[in-house]
């Protein structure tokens, strides 16, 4: 089950570099939320720290509280675990080259010390069904790595290597954007079913997959959170002109 | 600015809308003149200008379909290009109800001449002075003129209801003045018909400007009123 | 262009290998496998020692090298990118491999051969181990750098501990490549002859232990090239011959045996 994140005065910087400034959020439990905003504009740092996958980079530094479920996730447990409970879906898909399929999806099991197989095929299986992968590549589980897949296929698989470690949260970065429109639809469809089960945020600068998905939106820029609402509302009546300009394209 | 073509397209949109409405209103304006005249030269004028408005009709209708599709347009626009569908057809429906009128003086032309208890002129000013101003609420995207026209509806309907009661007292105690009555009766409810298409564009002008959905607001209130009265009673 | 460059290239180790075929073959026996060098004077005998002495030796400084080389590799790499530690590593490592092989023989002869009051196999085990370090380190340190950062990443966000995506997953997407460098530092240290004059020495009969001396092919093809009989000039030529065809046969059997593990369709 999906869980809802509560974000408070959130700053994130890189080095001198004032990334995130005062963000506070609520995203709702068992929905899609899609923040979008130019380039730039803080939208991946913001979701990126709420798996402390920003920490990767050694100077970044964040102040603020993110509370995931109630857990707080700077203070209440390391990001090693919150990154179990919170997964993520890169921009490129990035299937482990030397692992097969197989090996792919249980690879945030293994790899973590999981060792029956007889469970390990079980949730392969599941996963593999839950990112509507399971019937293309159910015969080759084991024969074909995860890089001979085509794109589209490549980012259900790292869909459903995400998934398999059963987190509460699911974090998309563009997870379309190198997509042709036919994966693109597949993997919003996907969305869609995935709702029920994980919170979903999705980061993307397409508005109209915003628009398709996701029942919040929230809208970034330079660094702060403009607005944040229905989805339909902010495509149809935005409160705030700085939204109005950006997705009617007026910017400049 | 970018999307320079887009903006361009609106605008070339905005321009055709007002060429429709400015041949809606020379319709209304020479079916009245019509009348007065008792000249059927002027309700041919109007039969040609109804082919006018329609082959404009459906242009508009072409162009705002193809912005829909081709330019993805979003908020402020997407609300602009609906709101320019809809007058669209208030508009064509304005040059139906000339069209109307200019047929029963085409049939009044017949009859004698009546001296009827009724101002159509009085009327047909009032209307179209409402469509005037609902189409300048829509050039200077104003809500609040759009706003002033949804009262002007009330005056003009009870021009009508005040005709109507007139004529019938008219076709029972004069009857051989029936048919010039019953004509002048359905030009008055042209007319009436007219106020409110105005009233529909001053709609959705505010629609537009200000994304607020205002129709049907005194049925509405009517509904919830009788919605808490029902619960009133239940309990 | 594309075939005058090859032929330049290859053209000279053909040239060498048909040559060392010409002068040696003909002295290739069973007994030049199985047999030790019969004392001067006498006809015959083998370098079967110096094929065992020679193993020994790459065994031990295998042991020694790769795992230090390739850790030194995975700290550049992955944990101290950019550190003044690291900086200092890397230049080390540099600095070690344009160290004449000599002196590294001296070195070590001072270090072990001197204290312990012998020369032996260990010793010489670790004067090529060291020689491996550099090879070894800055091989799998490029090779770790070319693993895309979004293979890391992926890791990471599945609730992979760093140290685990570094040996699970990054280690073993570069491992084609750093068993390249293995086999790179191997086959060089595997004809190295000068540092083995002051560790491991030479001897004459069987050695397999690691505290006495040993000796080596290319230790052994010195010592038959220099000396002024012809039967030993012959072997020379053998040995050199066998040398070659060892170290190409055991690189070959590595690759082949690593590339057993490859899946279809990855690179």
Known sequence: MGVGIEVTNLNAWYGANHALQEINLNIPANHATALIGPSGCGKSTFVRCLNRMHETDPIARVTGTVLIGNLDIYNDITPVEIRRRVGMVFQRPNPFPTMSIYDNVAAGLKLNGYRSRHALDEIVERSLKNSALWDEVKDDLKKKSGASLSGGQQQRLCIARALAVDPEVLLMDEPASALDPVSTAKIEDLIFQLKAQYTIVIVTHNMQQAARVAEKTGFFLNGRMVEFDLTHKIFTNPSDKRTEDYITGRFG | MTRIRFQQSLEELKEQLLVMAGLAEQAIQRAIEAYRERDLSICDLVSEGELAINRLEREIDQAALDLLAMEQPMAGDLRFILSVIKINAELERVGNAAKSISERVRHMERMAAADLPVNIPKMAELASAMVRKSLQSFIEADADTARSILTMDDAVDAMNKAAFKSLI??????????????????????????????????????????????????????????????????? | MAVLSTVLVVAPLVAIFVYLIYKGASSLSWAFFTEIPKPVGEVGGGMANAILGSAILLAVGSLIGVPMGISGGIFLAEFGRGTKLANAVRFTADVLNGVPSIVMGIAIYSLIVVPQGHFSAFSGGVVLGIMMIPTVCRTTEEM????????????????????????????????????????????????????????????????????????????????????????????????????????????????????????????
């Open chain 3, 144 to 267: 770790l750098l070319m693993v895309p950062n979004s293979v890391r990443e992926a890791a990471l966000a599945l609730g992979v501990p760093n140290w685990r995506s570094v040996l699970a997953i990054t280690v073993k997407t570069a491992s084609p490549g750093i068993i390249t460098g293995c086999m790179l530092a191997f086959a060089r240290v595997a004809g190295e002859t000068a540092p083995l004059i002051f560790t491991a020495f030479g001897n004459v009969g069987w050695n397999a232990r690691l505290n006495e001396p040993i000796t080596a092919l290319p230790l052994q093809i010195y010592v038959y090239a220099l000396s002024p009989y012809d039967d030993w000039h012959r072997l020379a030529w053998a040995g050199a011959l066998v040398l070659i065809v060892l170290i190409v046969l055991a690189v070959s059997l590595v690759r082949y045996v690593t590339s057993r593990g490859v899946l279809k369709g990855a690179s």
């Open chain 2, 169 to 235: 007292k008219v076709m029972e105690e004069q009857s051989h003045l029936a048919p010039q009555a019953l004509n002048a009766l359905m030009i008055s409810r042209s007319l009436e018909r007219v106020a409110d298409h105005a009233t529909n564009i001053a709609e959705d002008v505010i629609f537009w400007v200000e994304g607020a959905d205002v129709r049907h607001h005194k049925s509405l209130i009517k509904d919830t009123e009788q919605q808490d009265k029902g619960g009133a009673n239940a309990s």
